[in-house]
């Protein structure tokens, strides 16, 4: 629990565009991470969702992006943690300017966690904004995604 704490304080850190503070607590949440190995939900697979999260909420897609590509998103077993690992994923592709790899991953969560994709607001502005992208016209399949989530 102390390790989630921990994690849980980065993120608001990182809200508060506090880096120093995110970094350290991310620091400080490792050794508990390491210690529960994979018998609990809060392990080291979980931090490094949440380095995903801080690295996003920090405007550092490029970090956000590396993370991300450094877990296997099946080791999540908490159905609303990977939610929030495609929602950072694919919010930091689209920050990276990779609108394709953005939409790709919006279709892997709507195969995973499909009610996290129809009804979430971030889906929702994440379609709107690759619809509005000139890129978009590239991107085979977006206008049938934003029929499937109710945005057009």
Known sequence: MYGQLL???????AI???RDTAGMLLSEA?????????????????????????????GDYGAAVDYAGKID??????AERRARYWEDTALALQGR?????AFDTLLAAE???PEEVRYRPWSQQLTHDLLSAPAS???SGV???????GIV
């Open 111 to 113: 195969r995973d966690v």
């Open 16 to 18: 508060r565009d506090d």
């Open 7 to 13: 994690a849980v304080a980065a993120y608001t850190a």
């Open 97 to 101: 300017g990779r609108a394709s790899a």
């Open 30 to 58: 490792e050794q508990p991470a390491r210690a529960a190995g994979t018998s609990t939900r809060f392990n080291t697979t979980e931090l490094a969702v949440y380095r995903i999260g801080v690295a996003r909420k920090l």
């Open 143 to 149: 206008r049938e995604f934003a029929t499937r989530i």
């Open 137 to 139: 016209y590239s991107l």
């Open 73 to 78: 998103p099946r080791s999540i077993t908490d």
